[in-house]
């Protein structure tokens, strides 16, 4: 059974903290692993990861794939009250005659002041 | 842009009553999904489009009927739901669904749905 994990389930930190947060993997014939914010309402997209591309960074924000681990890390530096929210991991992987993401159960991060 | 819109924003229907959700994109992507998501879960794949046609159908009760008119538009029509089907309902588009792809998924606001 495709399967992704996230850990920690949840996470307090201070402002001004950097956190990592990390997610693996078990799918048959991974494609790639996607990374979103989300807030009150829908998922907002933050990276997406590759066998060609293992490693972005955007601000503040950075993720790493490790193909052979099969994980990922999320890190945020320098972490803002902003940046309160769950964070979800999804790899994309075929299904059948398409392809589908499985979420893992999400990071809920609060960041205080 | 990468926009995804649905409508309504909120809905509270009986367990009686029809009612349909909408979900739109103009990004020119051949691929659409929607997600069920409950309090605290992560979303839960319901159905696939590619190309207009369902692709993948997560085993889902009948009550809930998807179709796609066309490219851009996406519709789940609701039938005599319970209320344990109260939840986020997001739609997303994406680029491709092939076997092969690595096309990033883009989700719509939602719509909160209520079933008394």
New interface residues.
């Given amino acids: 059974e495709d399967k992704v994990v996230q850990s920690p389930l949840s996470l307090v930190v201070h402002e001004g903290d950097t956190v990592t947060l990390n997610c693996s993997y078990e799918v048959t014939n991974f494609r790639s692993l996607l990374w979103y914010k989300q807030e009150k309402k829908a998922p907002t997209f933050l990276f997406m990861l590759t066998s060609s591309g293992i490693e972005k960074k955007s601000g503040r924000l950075s993720s790493i794939l490790d193909k052979k681990e099969l994980s990922s890390i999320l890190n945020i530096t320098a972490t803002q009250t902003g940046d309160s929210a769950i964070y979800l991991c999804a790899v994309l992987h075929p299904a059948g005659t398409a392809s589908k993401l499985t979420f893992g159960t999400g990071t809920r991060l609060q960041v205080t002041l | 842009d ?1 926009e ?1 819109t649905q409508t309504p924003k909120h809905l509270v229907m009986g367990m009686t009553n029809k009612k349909s959700l909408k979900c739109e994109q103009h990004m020119g992507h051949r ?1 659409m999904y929607w997600y069920k998501q409950k309090a605290k ?5 319901m159905f ?1 489009y ?1 190309y207009e046609k369902l ?2 159908n997560e085993s889902v009760p009948s009550r809930f009927s998807p179709e796609c008119p066309n490219s851009s538009l996406l519709n789940l029509h609701l039938h005599a739901l319970q209320p344990e089907d109260s939840a ?1 309902y ?1 739609c997303a588009s994406s680029q491709d ?14 719509t909160r749905l209520t079933v008394l």
């Fill in positions: 990468t995804v691929a879960k992560p979303p839960e794949l696939v590619s692709s993948i986020l997001l669904v092939s076997l092969a792809s690595t096309d990033t998924q883009y989700f719509g606001p939602g």
